[in-house]
């Protein structure tokens, strides 16, 4: 970490310029005039937020030095900054930005010491999508909830809120002061590949009820922005904007009743930034470019119509459903003609970078355009007192990241979510006995201990089963099921994990004979609840909503009758082959 009299020397300028009454709560004035000596390169930089390799800002693996050269043409986080002076880096485990708590305070304070030791140097607005449940990228030991349903299932805003004060608590210790999170997506299509259970639920009312209870503990964390999104809505879609063009259909009515009401919330809440979509709604407007891209969407309607005058970052300018119309010269430059405020993550950032200084000196945007947006992101470093305090201790990463009392909330927390959807005669709970648990081991996104079986299998050891694990994957051969049927004449009872069953999966078959082996079933869909109605043969099944320890956890403890299932469906079942028909209501779910 920084020394003290480095830490001073390089924010002694920034906060000496933005002192108002003693502290660095800038007013209007001042951050104008710190808008007014910034070069117009300066200016194009404190647009972007962008990703770069390595656990370092100066001193990265030489893996990870490669990387950054060959996408970047830059080799460190210092050397990011000091050429394109970006107003923002977000992290990711992927780019090895995340290794464990110290580490990342360490590269925080890296950060922010390569930018305000620049003439004219500012803070940097680190952010990362800390969603919990399946989308993390800071793992353990920092403290990991339940994600979006299974918080939606256990119905308390007051566990919403927790899950926003802790989180952020833990976020500001690491250096981290921009959550993406929460999603405000209405998951009313149970085929939505990319939402799914990072949402709370499929009623708007209580989505809405959810979003403004996280991002209220988000705010008594103090010091992190959360973030809704993916705005206009992103939860009526059966095509990945990662990897396509999605299109909503909903009518403008429909979007006011179905999709609208958790970012009415979030903006009611006093949300600090708002996350647009790669997607297409035509009924908010027909010209055929994403949300992103829509001036219609998002100054007509998020600006003018809902009153919202935050920070507007994009989704990933790398993602498919922005780039499918335009090239990746033209995206930044339209994305900030439609009244986006941080362009985030583009593919090419040398390309984007220019483009929009170009863009300037040609007239097609003005420089009070850049200022205008500029002026929010500064408002926004401006109250997360980053121009007082931008450095992390590692005596705050101590007390602070994943301590006991925060790890307590978390299994509380947890323990209200876990739904039991079937208990064909009263299987459950089981009693302690010969328990073999096998099925779908998905890699953990979310820096858990993980795989889900071996999990599992010591949840129910310490609840004083024998417990055997054996993975079978999502996608199990015909020899590998005939393994596990005959594993299953040995034990006295069997769980299986299920992980997005369909119609055709061989999961389906799975489970199938394992039910015809006569020994008793637990299944346990580890993601979606919809899983339940490809298994109708299955004597008891629960749903998780996730495969992270926490809910493994719990999900175990009901199985096991140390606890009552206390969760409720936030979404409806239908039924598989016929989707008008629902099985499982919203609110259903059985206890004992």
Known sequence: ???????????????ATLAVGGTAYADDKKLRSLVSRMTLEEKVGQLFVMRVYGHSATAPDQADIDANLKEIGVRTAAELIAKYRVGGIIYFTWAHNTRDPHQIADLSNGIQKASLTLPRGLPVLVSTDQEHGIVCRVGEPATLFPGAMAIGAGRSHKDARTLGRIAGRELKALGIRQNYSPVADVNVNAANPVIGVRSFGADPDAVAGMVAAEVDGYQRSRQVAATAKHFPGHGDTAVDSHYGFPVITHTRAQWDKLDAPPFRAAIAAGIDSIMTAHIMVPALDDSGDPATLSRPILNGILREELGYDGVIVTDSLGMEGVRTKYGDDRVPVLALKAGVDQLLNPPNLDVAWNAVLKAVRDGELTEARLDESILRVLRLKA??????????????VTRTVGIPAHLAEADRIAQRTTTLLVNKGRLLPLSPR????????????????????????????????????????????????????????????????????????????????LVATDRPVVAIAVRNPYDVAQLPSVPAVVASYSWTDVELRAAARVIAGKAAPRGRLPVPVQKADDPTVVLYPIGYGLSY
């Open 434 to 513: 010969k328990l073999l648990v096998v099925g779908a081991d998905p890699a953990s996104p979310s820096g858990t201990t993980g795989p889900p079986t071996g999990v599992l299998a010591a949840a129910f050891t310490e609840l004083g089963f024998t417990a055997t694990a054996l993975s079978t994957g999502t996608a199990p051969s015909a020899a590998t099921i005939a393994k596990a049927v005959a594993a299953a004449q040995d034990v006295d009872a069997v769980v299986v994990a299920t992980y997005n069953v369909s119609a055709t999966s061989s999961q389906k078959t799975l489970v199938e004979q």
């Open 1 to 15: 970490m920084p020394s003290r009299r480095t830490v001073l020397a390089a924010t002694a300028g920034v906060a």
């Open 383 to 396: 109250k997360l007192r980053l121009f007082e305090a931008p450095y992390v201790s590692q005596a705050g």
